[in-house]
């Protein structure tokens, strides 16, 4: 319980102090000749009443923060729970692999479909072996690997964007960084099956979008899709990375601007309170949300899935276009 309420960000914690208060008297009905039934609806019915005024009326960059949340599912988790029978794959053919890219090929809902996605690990030992989250150019060369080899095979392509951007490194820089996400890119609009992306937590810059040049892209309600990290805006334009939460509100981040701007194509709704909260509804939610979209993407032959993957990317930001 204590932990519970370590992790919480600040404007959950009267809800977590609730939820404690609910299991220590469920705990105390357990005894003979203790009846606590009422209390415990009443405080029931508190919670969600607190959840919906909280979570209706949340800003900016406690959005940001819920993005990040501790507890937020990752990667590795929606594959668990929406992939069958996954096999990763290993390697970009030119130097290593890279732990904080996975990809590899599975089934979805009896149907083959290659997954790729970015984690950031839970625990410090996972954190520092998926390197926070920030892939290296050999974890962008094995992304494009598995795109092409699903291209070659006819296999629908899923991938799931959690980064605070591409791994800044002297020895990222080195091994083509730029390069690889430049060719990531390039080559996204010639693989020839149906392409979706999610963005289930953070959506940091080019380190995202190189995974992201997908016939779909859809946000999660409490994701964070921009070209800059706050705090990284912040020191650019007023030296100070404290003042993000300033910067999170110019750059408006959240996935409704996204969608209004044609960045996104959709926003998966998540759990009252957050994916950290509910990881399988979560996980529920967006397989639903890849399945219609994949129903819709299959009638559409390869060149028509190119053709209008370029399209949808070359009109943004150009109304004179669309």
């Not at 914690?13 to 939820?19: A, Y």
């Not at 810059?205 to 859809?218: H, N, P, Q, Y």
Request: hydrophobic letters at 45%.
């Amino acid at each position: 319980m204590a932990s519970e309420l370590l992790s919480a960000l600040e404007f959950e914690k009267p809800i977590v102090e609730l939820e404690n208060q609910i299991r220590e008297m469920r705990g105390a009905s357990s005894r003979p000749g203790v009846n606590l039934d009422n209390e415990i609806k009443s405080l029931e019915a508190k919670v969600h009443k607190l959840l919906k005024d909280v979570y209706t009326n949340l800003g900016t960059w406690e959005r940001v923060l819920l993005s990040r949340h501790f507890n937020r599912p990752h990667t590795v988790e929606y594959i668990q729970h929406m992939i069958t029978d996954f096999h990763p794959l290993s390697g970009d053919r030119h130097f290593a692999d890279d732990p904080s890219m996975i990809a590899g090929l599975g089934y979805f809902q009896g149907e083959k479909i290659a997954v790729i996605g970015i984690e950031k690990g839970q625990k410090t030992k996972e954190k520092i072996h998926h390197n926070f989250g920030m892939p290296r150019p050999e974890g962008y060369r094995k992304a494009i690997r598995v795109m092409e080899l699903a291209g070659r095979f006819g296999i629908p392509i899923l991938t799931l964007v959690d980064t605070p951007g591409a791994f800044p490194g002297v020895e990222a820089e080195e091994r083509g960084q730029a390069t690889a996400i430049a060719e990531n890119l390039e080559k996204m609009f010639t693989v020839p099956v149906p392409m979706i992306s999610v963005i289930i937590g953070e959506g940091g810059s080019g380190g995202a979008l190189a995974i992201a040049i997908a016939d779909r892209v859809m946000m999660m309600e409490y994701s964070i899709y921009s070209v800059i990290s706050p705090e990284s805006c912040a020191s650019i334009l007023w030296s100070d990375p404290k003042m993000a939460d300033v910067a999170a509100k110019a750059l408006q981040l959240i996935p409704a601007k996204a969608l209004e701007l044609g960045v996104v194509d959709q926003i998966i709704a998540e759990p009252l309170g957050g994916a950290h909260r509910a990881h399988d509804e979560a996980a529920n939610l967006v397989a639903a949300a890849v399945k219609a979209n994949l129903a819709q993407l299959k009638s559409l032959s390869p060149k028509q899935l190119m053709d209008e993957r370029y399209r949808k990317f070359r009109i943004m930001g150009n109304k004179t276009l669309s």
